[in-house]
């Protein structure tokens, strides 16, 4: 193997290093094989880097691969999608480092291991994901230093120095182009794991669905409010309308949740359902950060107004969106807190849907509400009496029992232990089984004030559901039986109605929301918290912001201000370039003496004396003495005085030797004393 191709030997470590800091990260979304074979991996290319093991041989490597390719299939059942082409990925990248022998093959690992640290941004572009990528792509331009360094076996950390200084010559061109470029769409889309990548709530409720989301303390969205907040009564984040219930399962009904006739999109005129809504009562403006959920539906107080081109809302007061929510997203609404238009009836169709219940599920709660519709005097009283029943008898707990077949039956006359998604369903039920049209909603009620930055944190902890029922004169009305059971649910937060209840933060075991009652931390967890807000908001939205910031930077956005201020930035970000290059060529002096002596040479080589390298400043001087006799002296008493203040340590040597120098004119000398050059 020739010299060229030869791959030093601390290279291969670097390229481990490299390895690991860029497939760690991806553990927590990737099959357990794949971390063993990757594990598995490093340890087979240990063993190579002390020379106990040999290089894979070609049938080793072939069994690997059909095996890595089987397992794919297997997790998978195919290789299309997000997840099994980040995994085939990783496990191309680990059989590659496997196989490794020459600089060809460590500059394909340098490579892959490129695109895998940046691959992690698919699923996450947190502050802490953006940090996690950065020290990955820092160790892998450390790999790819490492492999072209020679002097290794006295140098091991400076392939990482010659790593972290690239990224830092490359941050500030990267800052212009972030400012400048424009933000377009994706030339493709990848197929995202509809099951792994969906956060928070689904299109469907069933007992025990909101209870989960309950353990957990992610963060489901971000509101800033253009006004003050409002009451913590009057937060409830609409999200889905349920109507289909199949005896344990709440779904929409798609014949009229997305129909074309029933959306109206930003930008249109407000059709007869909306006029009369906008415009009515009092009304709060904000905009809301929401984290990727891969749906459609949006969150917003009632009655929302869209004020986001892309966005709309449909007949039953739902906010949605063209396309799924597959990154951090921003949108602005206007809600106006009056009732929906009642002036329309239902038509025997809805009426139809929003009153049917499964045949042979629960019949003892269908004969109990068939006979309490029958007792009450108007709906309005019905209503109150099932209130008065949950208020009563009902506990609200986070960890219910299970239910069976007639779930409604099980919690309302036995178990009578639940969660919001249990009363919801069980109210809404209820007043079907009474012949009064019922719906559940779903999305969340309440958030965490910032107070110091003023805005609304709700956390998936604050999922919610609730129902509606339909009163003549009235149209559909909020019913949250919840607050029967539970009014401080209402008033205050999940964590603190069900504090040191088993079970409160199981699907965020490192979350600090754990420490909130320890001072400290929980001033720590909000800085933290703002921080990511500012990160969701000013650069993965950064493309909200980046018409009014170019426009306020440039006057006018036009191209060619554009080009000139692209051209102007990427100037001002090579600077710090240039003149590091410029320090870099310069030679470094620990000591003064060095480099006054320095100078001295300078001036001698202006007039063709150049030192040569290694030569001693003694040898040095009878060599000028040599050539220029008329320069004897002042070059003899400077070389003396930087003997003797560099190697004996004689100080007062030092100022002696700065004012010879200083005084030290060779090119005039030679003009006055050029008859007695010898050749």
């Not at 007061?317 to 597959?326: I, M």
């Not at 559909?476 to 040191?500: C, H, N, Q, Y």
């Not at 060529?585 to 320095?598: G, I, K, Q, S």
Request: net charge positive.
């Amino acid at each position: 193997m020739t010299a060229i191709r030869q791959l030093p030997r601390y290279g291969s470590l670097w390229l481990l290093i490299a390895f690991v800091a860029s497939v760690l990260p991806h553990t927590g979304h990737l099959p357990p094989w794949i971390s063993v074979a990757a594990a598995v991996a490093v340890a087979w290319r240990v063993q190579i880097f002390r020379g106990a093991w040999h290089y894979p041989g070609r049938w080793v490597k072939f069994a690997l691969l059909c095996l890595c390719l089987a397992g794919l299939v297997l997790v998978y059942g195919r290789l299309y999608g997000l997840e099994p082409m980040v995994a085939m990925l990783v496990a191309a990248y680990a059989l590659k480092l496997l196989e490794m022998r020459d600089k060809r093959d460590a500059l394909i690992v340098v490579y892959l291991g490129f695109f895998v640290a940046v691959s992690l941004c698919l699923f996450d572009q947190s502050l802490v994901t953006a940090a996690i990528v950065l020290f990955a792509l820092a160790a892998v331009t450390a790999g790819l230093a490492g492999i072209h360094q020679t002097d290794l076996h006295h140098r091991h950390f400076r392939p990482a120095m010659t790593g972290a200084m690239l990224l830092g010559q490359a941050l500030p061109l990267m800052l212009v182009l972030f400012l400048v470029m424009p933000r377009l769409p994706p030339l493709w889309s990848v197929p995202m794991q509809r099951e792994s990548g969906t956060t928070g709530m689904s299109d469907t409720l069933s007992p025990g669905d909101i209870t989960q989301l309950g353990r957990s303390a992610e963060v489901a969205f971000r509101v800033e409010f253009a006004d003050d907040v409002p009451p913590r009564r009057r937060l409830y984040w609409r999200g889905l309308v349920l109507s289909r219930f199949d005896g344990r399962t709440w779904s929409q009904w798609e014949s009229w949740t997305y129909a074309r006739d029933n959306i109206h999109m930003h930008g249109e005129a407000p059709p007869h359902w909306l006029a009369g809504q906008w415009g009515t009562g009092t009304s709060v403006a904000y905009r809301v950060t929401l984290e990727p959920t891969q749906q459609h539906w949006l969150y917003s107080l009632p009655i929302p107004q869209p004020l986001t081109a892309g966005t709309g809302v449909t007949r039953n007061y739902s906010l949605v969106r063209r396309e799924p929510v597959v990154s951090e997203t921003a949108y602005r609404v206007r809600s106006w807190q009056a009732r929906p238009d009642a002036s329309d009836s239902l038509s025997p169709l809805r009426r139809r849907v929003e009153t049917h219940l499964p045949a042979g599920y629960n019949p003892r709660t269908q004969r109990i509400a068939r006979q309490w519709a029958a007792e009450a005097d108007d709906t309005e009283a019905l209503v109150r009496r099932v209130l008065d029943t949950f208020r009563r008898d009902f506990f609200y707990t986070l960890n219910p029992p299970a239910l069976g077949q007639h779930s409604v039956d099980e919690f309302l006359w036995d178990s009578r232990r639940g969660y919001c998604e249990h009363f919801a369903s069980a109210f809404a039920f209820f007043m079907r089984a009474a012949g009064v049209p019922a719906r559940v909603v779903v999305g969340y009620q309440g958030g965490e004030h910032h107070r110091a930055e003023n805005y609304l944190i709700v956390r998936q902890y604050d999922a919610h559901a609730w129902a509606e029922v339909w009163l003549e004169g009235s149209g559909w009305v909020r019913v949250d039986p919840t607050v029967a059971v539970a009014p401080e649910r209402i008033e205050r937060s999940v964590v603190d109605v069900l504090e040191g209840e088993e079970g409160l933060f199981s699907a965020s075991p490192l979350s600090l929301e754990r420490f909130r009652s320890v001072a400290w931390l929980n001033t720590l967890r909000l800085r933290l918290d703002y921080l990511d807000y500012l990160w969701t908001k000013w650069v993965l939205g950064y493309r909200e912001q980046q018409q009014s910031l170019l426009g306020d930077l440039l006057g006018r956005v036009e191209p060619w201000r554009i080009a000139l201020f692209l051209l102007a930035g990427a100037g001002l970000a090579l600077l710090p370039v240039l003149a590091w290059c410029f320090v870099q060529a310069r030679p470094a002096f620990t000591r003064v003496e060095d480099r006054w002596y320095r100078h001295f040479c300078d001036r001698l080589a202006g007039i063709g004396l150049a030192r040569e390298p290694g030569e001693a400043p003694g040898d040095f001087a009878r060599r000028v003495a040599v050539r220029e006799p008329a320069i004897v002296e002042p070059v003899k008493g400077i070389t003396e005085a930087y003997e003797r203040c560099r190697y004996g340590g004689d100080r007062a040597a030092g100022a002696e030797l700065k004012a010879r120098v200083r005084r030290f004119r060779p090119r005039w000398s030679r003009l006055f004393f050029y008859k007695d050059r010898k050749p």
